[in-house]
Each structure stands twice: as C-alpha cells, then as structure tokens.
C-alpha cells in the first residue's frame, strides 16, 4: 500500500532552488555526485515540512525521473 502524504508548502524560492537542482541530477553523470545532490536536496526540504516526516532520499530520486 503506498504512502500517501501531504504535499509540501515551500517557499518560491526553495521550490525554484529544488528545480534547479533536480536539473543538476539529471545532467550529472557520476553516481555519487548524484547521490550528493539528492542528499543535499532531502536536506533542503527536511527543513519545510512537518515535524516528524522526513522524505526518503529513494522519494527525492524518484521526483527527478
């Protein structure tokens, strides 16, 4: 059964900075530059949600597909 969750409310420019770096995911080649973007990025949106909810780092993956 799939998790269902809230969506988030982040400031423009949080959402602008997590565009630009799902952008930055995709273009990159290496793997675990990759993975440093999407650890990076988690972090960024762990500071606009809810207490008690943390995105997992396979969840910020899968929105940059």
Partial sequence: ???TRKPLEIPPEIARQFA???RAYRAEQDDIRR???AV?????L????TAGTKPRLSE?????S
């Fill in 40 to 44: 990076g990025t988690r972090h960024m």
């Fill in 1 to 3: 059964m799939p998790i």
């Fill in 20 to 22: 630009a770096d799902m």
């Fill in 35 to 37: 993975d440093r973007i």
């Fill in 60 to 64: 910020v993956k899968s929105y940059s």
């Fill in 46 to 49: 762990l500071e606009h949600m």
